[in-house]
Structures are given as C-alpha cells and as structure tokens.
C-alpha cells in the first residue's frame, strides 16, 4: 500500500539555521511529489513540486527539494530559516487516482 | 482571482445530528477534494468530486457523502456525527483530472462534535 513518513513530528530550529525536513514515501513507481505549508487558522499552501525532470525542484519562499529514487525520499531544505517559516508541513504523494499525505512536521524558530 | 471558499468556518453539533459543510472551488476548476485533518493524524482522503461524479472515495464509512453541482461547487455530508467526526475538515480544487495533480486548499471548517 502507498503511504508517506515524515520521521520528525517536531523540529525547533534557530533563525537563521538551516533546516531539513524528512519525507519517504512507499510506492511501485514514481509518484508526483509535493511540500505544502499550513500556517496557524490557514489552509495549505503548496511549496514545490515534483513531477518529474530534475531531481533539485525549486520552491517559493526559498525553499528546495531534492527527490532521491533509490531513497524513496523527497526531504524539503531551507538554507536559513526565518521566524515567519515556523508552521506545519506536509509531504503529499500523488498517485494513480489518491493523494497521500504525510502526518505532518510541526517547525519552531527560537530566534 | 478567488481562492477556494469554504462554509461555515467553525460548525458545532452533538452527536448523532447531521452536518454539511460547503466548498467553492477556484472558477474554472472542475476537480474538488475534501480531507479530513484529526488532530495527530495528518490529512485523510475522504472524497474526489470531478464534472459531478463522484472518482473516488478515502477510507470512510458510508455516512460521509457529498455531491458536486452544475456550478462545481461541493457539500460534504456527515450523517449520525461521532465524537471522533471532529476534525477540520479541508476542501482542494483542481483544474487538473487526477489527484496527483496540483490541488488549492481552502482555509478549512472546523467541525466540533459534543
């Protein structure tokens, strides 16, 4: 059965630290792959994609990606994070007619 | 250009009463998805509504049920609401004709069940 894992249910980070966040997904081929961000009372908001190409996916608010096949992983990176980046996050499998979600990472930004 | 719209944005109810809950995609949008958020559980599939058929449903017992109208708008219906119904429940559209495709969130209902 398809199924995401995100590993760390909560990260705290220090503004201005770099910060990565896990995603592995179980799946017999490769599905589409997405980040979202849900900000306190808001919805989701996506970050990036991958559909297929590049393995280095870009994203806005500085964020990148990095889809690795033979880890089955897709882990969001951020080189300095700011007080504004403290949310939940969520890794989002798309395949075949279902979308999967991960549990969610919850981040903390200690200034 | 409108994002998805959802209603009511907090919604109460007791146990065993019935609960609707409505959602406005993004005009041109045909695709709508509606997820269950439990607290510590992630966001679970519960309904795909595409050009007013119903694709596909998640794991979820027969009372969730829903429809989409002409206009692509969509309701959720959970019938005999349980304690465990209470969850924000989110609504996505999409111009595309998969789920694996980009979907837009709305802000949520939440739904409290005492």
């Known amino acids: 059965a398809q199924s995401v894992t995100q590993p760390d249910i909560h990260i705290t980070v220090s503004e201005g630290a770099s910060l990565e966040l896990r995603c592995n997904y179980s799946?017999?081929?490769?599905?589409?792959l997405f980040w979202y961000v849900q900000s306190p009372g808001q919805g989701l908001q996506l970050l990036l994609k991958y559909f297929s190409g590049d393995t280095l996916v870009q994203g806005i608010k500085g964020f990148e990606a990095e889809f690795k096949r033979s880890q089955s992983s897709f882990n969001l990176r951020k080189p300095s994070v700011h007080w504004s980046d403290a949310a939940e996050y969520f890794c989002?499998?798309?395949?075949?007619?279902?979308?999967?979600f991960g549990t969610g990472t919850s981040l903390t930004v200690i200034p | 250009e409108a994002g998805v719209t959802q209603s009511p944005t907090h919604l109460i109810k007791t146990r065993g009463q019935q609960a609707t809950l409505r959602c406005s995609p993004i005009?041109?949008?045909?695709?709508v998805y509606w997820y269950q958020q439990a607290l510590g559980l992630g966001l679970q599939f519960l309904l795909w509504?595409?050009?007013?058929?119903?694709?596909n449903r998640g794991n979820f017992p027969p009372r969730f049920s829903g429809r989409q109208f002409p206009n692509y708008s969509s309701e959720l219906n959970v019938n005999a609401l349980e304690l465990e119904d209470s969850a924000l429940y989110l609504c996505?559209?999409?111009?595309?004709?998969?789920?694996?495709?980009?979907?837009?969130f709305g802000p949520g209902t939440r739904l409290t069940v005492l």
């Open positions: 799946y017999g081929a490769t599905p589409y």
């Open positions: 996505a559209s999409s111009d595309g004709r998969a789920p694996a495709d980009e979907q837009f």
């Open positions: 989002a499998v798309g395949a075949g007619n279902q979308f999967y």
């Open positions: 005009s041109g949008h045909t695709s």
């Open positions: 509504y595409d050009e007013g058929e119903e694709r």
